[in-house]
């Protein structure tokens, strides 16, 4: 009796192992290797390289409140839209004085206008989108560790034993499996990720450049806007000077009348001219106030017209730089021209990407680790190769080559437009130079003449020649003379400035086009 029921005893025990053993080669076969490795596909790119872009700053023609262009043809102001209108708050991190100069505002402006922020946070991200395209040509490892108990059914995998006298449960456990396990992975030859990796590059290139140009954007605008207000200044000077004449010779014709010098007309004409000369001045300090609050955006400064500006920059010949000089440098210098040379680059890498879905590529897995009760574990590894090779997915990547090949022609494309933008911009800003400069010369004689007929004017009408009519008339072409030469020095300078812009490096030439005292 004895030998029978060992015998049942070591038979069930037998049983019991073999069924332990088919249920560990069970989960062995489901770990075995692990989840398949993530197709690559090519990473595509917008149709335009140009999506990027959040605003623009140029130079434009418009005319100014309450001036005039006798001789003064040329009008331009620095239009500035888009992030670059914007900024953030630069007085915390750099005290302000009350007193800002050109440097000082160049300054604020490149580290804290919004432009130049959002470019630079965007290079960001694609220094970062950079490395997660290298993640997949570097090795990746993990561990992990699994503690399980449980039961488990044999009869629901189609095991059962039937033996006369023996009788097993359907029902086996509960197991304790602990799983201690390190794993790593490997790309061997991928070549649609490697392209993905030198698009990836040559994007991070071109975001650099990209943020280089913006900041030759902020530049213009910056020191543009700084430019406006020191016109804008010296527009309110003149008209401050010219109600303040026009006001004396008001006050001469009220007494002239007491004394029966002139006629009642005489002495309404000359209040009318003051009335004229206090509107002017009313409308002038309100386009120079909103011109410092403008400036204030730019640079991170409180948006308020309550602070100073402290640099003259005076009229002085432009640098002695030929038109095809100009043209040369800026297409060794232009930032925004070697930002779209190197979009072309991504783009052909891009395409490069998409052609190689047809390529096999290969990968290589493995795991090490120990497996069994707490108490006893047994060390179990995995080694994986995998070939995969590419045979019909339905016309995707014929989809994808053909996408890659439209933004490639299109980068091309742009590449063609900004070179031409770039000549043209060089070409207009020299001959802005060249117009304002003669403008100068011109305005400047024309003021000395209407100062010269102003004084004989005065003479004429205090001898009783002639009357106050002359003398206003002359007061008004002296005033507009003023503001033709005060026109015609802003424009001097910001077609220098323009021209600078256009050339490339705009603040390492800033002093080099400008006279900044």
Known sequence: ????????????????????????????????????????????????????????????????????????????TVSVSGAYSGSTNSTKAIPFSGKLSLQEAIRRGLAYNLGAVGMNQALRQVHGQARTARSGLL?????????????????????????????????????????????????????????????????????????????????????????????????????????????????????????????PIDLNRSRVATLLDQERLITLENELAKQKITLARLTGLPPSEHYEISSVVAFAPAPPVTLDDAIKQAIDQRADLKAAEVQVSAAERALAAARAERYPSGSLSADYGGIGSPSQLRPTYTVVATLSVPIWNGGRTAGDIEQAQAALSQRRAELEDIRSQVESEIRTAYLDVSAAANQVDVSQQNLDVNHETLSQTRIRFGSGVSTNVDVIQSQDAVSSAQLDYINSVFAHNLAKLSLARAMGNAADKLTQFLSVQ
């Open 139 to 263: 090795p990746n490892f993990s561990g992990d560790v699994s503690d399980t108990e449980e039961t488990f059914n044999l009869r629901t995998i189609g095991f059962s034993f039937n033996f006369p006298g023996i009788s097993l449960p359907s029902v086996v456990g509960p197991f304790n499996v602990l799983d201690v396990r390190a794993r790593v992975s490997q790309s061997i030859a991928d070549f649609t990720a490697i392209n993905n990796y030198r698009s990836a590059q040559q994007l991070a290139r071109a975001s650099n450049y990209s943020a280089k140009d913006a900041e030759d954007l902020v530049v213009l605008a910056v020191a543009g806007s700084y430019l406006q207000v020191i016109a804008a200044t010296a527009r309110v000077e003149a008209a401050r000077t010219q109600l303040a004449t026009s006001s004396t010779l008001y006050q001469q014709d009220v007494q002239r009348l007491k004394f029966g010098t002139i006629a």
């Open 1 to 76: 009796m004895k030998t029978s029921s060992s015998k049942f005893s070591l038979a069930r025990s037998v049983v019991a192992a073999a069924a332990l053993i088919f249920l560990f080669a069970l989960r062995g076969a489901a770990q075995v290797g692990g989840p398949p490795p993530p197709s690559t596909r090519p990473n595509p790119l917008p149709l335009s390289g140009r999506g990027g872009q959040s605003g623009g700053v140029v130079a434009t023609e418009a005319p100014v409140p309450s001036t005039t262009t006798s001789v003064n043809a040329i009008n331009p």
